[in-house]
């Protein structure tokens, strides 16, 4: 009776200590990070006049990224094309503290994350200005793209990264039922990562977290339409480095044009590259001369799919969050809408108030909810796609204004756009468009819209709304591509555990997830004896050299003993197995002797 008192009081104290040590704060450093020059506060008179005029021909800047603000054509300064020759430097220096950062311990690179977490939470404003200033998007659309990815991203590798790198153990087979089994996940070394304009904080983050959290340097060429808040983003990694004990040339953030690209290419071990299939494919022929392994994320034209039986106004919501977040600059950004007969109407009528109602404007100046768009010249793009559609008989639904902005737009916008009358005959539908455009098909069966939404050349993500969850998922899982949302927009990326990619023109190989985190390692299988040293490996005496005359026909035997399929053969198999061991010693020995 009193031990069972003893044994509640003590489970009970127990439970009452976890949670009191649940309320006592994580003890995480904090870092500082020199912010002065990023932040917008009239002391940079220089910087407000400057309006930007793009230089036609790269030939005559071909030494400098010029960078700008696209919603307001400020100027923001310029940084080095790295020559191939700096490019190597940038990647021995990695290389070198890479040595020391592989014998780190997960407890310090843990820590290194919750310093990471705890200055994006604490700084969520200033990172989100300055993807803002450097991009066009909107504070709403930074937050979403660049801070949540990222905090959970960090979330999940503090939770279960450690899981998914220890050694893993795996059956042996029987033939080597004596030996233990196991995968090993070793660091690559440096890896290089080349990545897209779209998300500069997250796109940065993303490749390094994973990668470094495994052990490795790298290597991070941002793109020439936002290196500006690259290499401020870059400091907030070198402070936290710093703060761990870590080398801190663990992690570069490099600038430049192709060539600075394809250096680096040829110098790391892994190259991971987010961008267009054209520039994919140049990359993988680069690796390929040193054998480099790529993982090639190459953009998308991802279905909406819409059922007949959906609630038109909630689904309506989502897919124009789902086409203007970050102006429509999404990888996975939904790009072809696919809408039941029956609702196409409702839907297009719901989808038509709401983009009316969008104020598209420069975001740090006022309150917009859609802002401009990111590279130069992608404006005259997105033009001639509406152009060709309406050319070949498409029409114009409803067209988004420019706020206040009136005749005096002086950034890169293109106002939000829904279109119908729309087929794979036009532009708009085939090629990856990276805008604020909405086509709308109308489709009468699943069948058929199975059929047209898996006619793309590309193949990332899509999503399917319907009533019936069971319905909306035979839809997606009949779609050829990487990624599926189930009554949802991109809620995969937001689960970190997912692997991410795509196919056909989309690329292959995965970043994120358990996919993502094991793609930044060197994989090893390793095998040992199980009972060693008791029972240690030897080769049947039939089998040692010379080999004995009955050589084959004890292999034949053993075969049998081992894959037999009834266990009528497997016996029999191993009589004669124990038959020929125990006969090896004359009828070896005598046989040999001619
Ligand atoms: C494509 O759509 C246009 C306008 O609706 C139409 O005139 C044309 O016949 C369609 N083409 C095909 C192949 O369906
Ligand atoms: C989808 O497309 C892939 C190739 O792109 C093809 O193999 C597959 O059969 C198609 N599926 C359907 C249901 O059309």
Not at 27 to 40: E, G, K, R
Not at 125 to 153: F, H, N, P, Q
Not at 327 to 345: D, I, T, W
Not at 477 to 488: K, T
Request: net charge negative; glycine share 8%; with cysteine.
């Amino acid at each position: 009776m009193e031990l069972w008192w003893l044994l509640l009081v003590l489970g009970v104290s127990f439970a009452l200590c976890r949670f009191l040590l649940m309320l006592i704060p994580p003890n995480v450093p904090s870092i500082y990070v020199d912010a002065s020059d990023v932040l917008d506060d009239g002391n940079h008179p220089m910087e407000d006049t400057f309006i930007y005029i793009p230089s036609k021909g790269k030939a005559a800047q071909a030494d400098k990224v010029q960078c700008y603000e696209p919603a307001t054509m400020k100027y923001l300064g310029y940084f080095p094309a790295l020559t191939a020759e700096e490019v190597k430097e940038h990647v021995d220096q990695a290389r070198k503290a890479q040595k020391v950062w592989a014998k780190s311990s997960f407890k310090q690179r843990r820590l290194f994350l919750r310093i990471l977490l705890k200055y994006i939470i604490e700084h969520q404003e200033l990172i989100c200005e300055t993807s803002s200033r450097d991009t066009g998007k909107t504070m709403v659309d930074a937050s979403l793209g660049e801070i949540m990815t990222t905090c959970e991203k960090i979330t999940w590798l503090l939770a279960e990264g450690e899981r998914w790198l220890k050694p893993e153990y795996r059956s042996s087979g029987r033939s080597m039922l004596h030996k233990v089994s196991r995968v090993e996940f070793h660091p690559l070394g440096v890896v290089g990562a080349i990545v897209s304009w779209n998300y500069p904080f997250h796109n940065i983050f993303n490749p390094m977290l994973a990668a470094v959290f495994a052990g490795n340097g790298i290597v991070i060429k941002v793109s020439e339409h936002a290196s500006w808040s690259g290499c401020f983003y870059l400091r907030i990694i070198q402070a936290a480095l710093t703060a761990v004990g870590a080398p801190e040339h663990l992690v570069h953030v490099i600038t430049g044009f192709s060539e600075t690209g394809e250096a680096l290419v040829s110098s790391v071990d892994k190259v991971i590259f987010v961008g267009s299939p054209g520039v994919g494919k140049m990359i993988m022929k680069n690796a390929a001369n040193n054998l480099t392994p790529v993982t090639l994320e190459l953009g998308g034209k991802d279905a909406f799919i819409v059922c007949d039986d959906v609630d038109v106004p909630h689904v309506a919501q989502i897919a124009v969050r789902a086409a203007l977040q970050s102006s429509g600059q999404n990888c996975a950004g939904a790009e072809r809408f696919y809408v039941h007969e029956n609702v196409y109407s409702d839907f297009v009528a719901q989808v038509a108030k709401i983009v009316k109602s969008v104020r598209v404007g420069p975001p740090l100046t006022g309150r917009h909810d859609m802002g401009a768009i990111c590279m130069p010249e992608h404006t005259d793009r997105l033009q001639s796609l509406v152009k060709d559609a309406l050319d070949k008989g498409a029409e114009i639904v409803v067209r988004g204004n420019f706020g206040n902005l009136g005749e005096e737009v002086v950034g890169q916008f293109f106002p939000p756009t829904v279109m119908i009358n729309v087929n794979d005959t036009m532009k708009l539908m085939q090629e990856e468009t990276f805008g604020p455009i909405i086509p709308v098909v109308k489709f009468s069966s699943d069948e058929e819209v199975i059929t047209m939404a898996n006619d793309s050349n590309f193949g990332l993500g899509c999503a399917v709304f319907s009533g019936s969850q069971r319905r909306a998922r035979a839809i997606g899982s009949q779609l050829h591509c990487g990624v599926a949302a189930i009554n949802d927009f991109a809620s995969n990326y937001m689960c970190q555990s997912l692997p991410f990619g795509g196919v056909k023109d989309s690329g292959f190989g995965r970043f994120a997830g358990v996919e993502g985190l094991r793609a930044c390692c060197l994989v090893k299988s390793v095998v040992e004896d199980r009972f060693w040293p008791f029972i240690k490996t030897v080769i049947p005496k039939p089998l040692q050299y010379p080999v004995a005359e009955n050589g084959f026909e004890f292999q034949e035997s053993l075969v049998g003993a081992l894959y037999g399929l009834s266990i009528w053969d497997r016996l029999h198999g191993i009589i004669n197995t124990l038959k020929l061991l125990s006969d090896q010693n004359t009828a070896g020995a005598a046989g040999r002797g001619h």
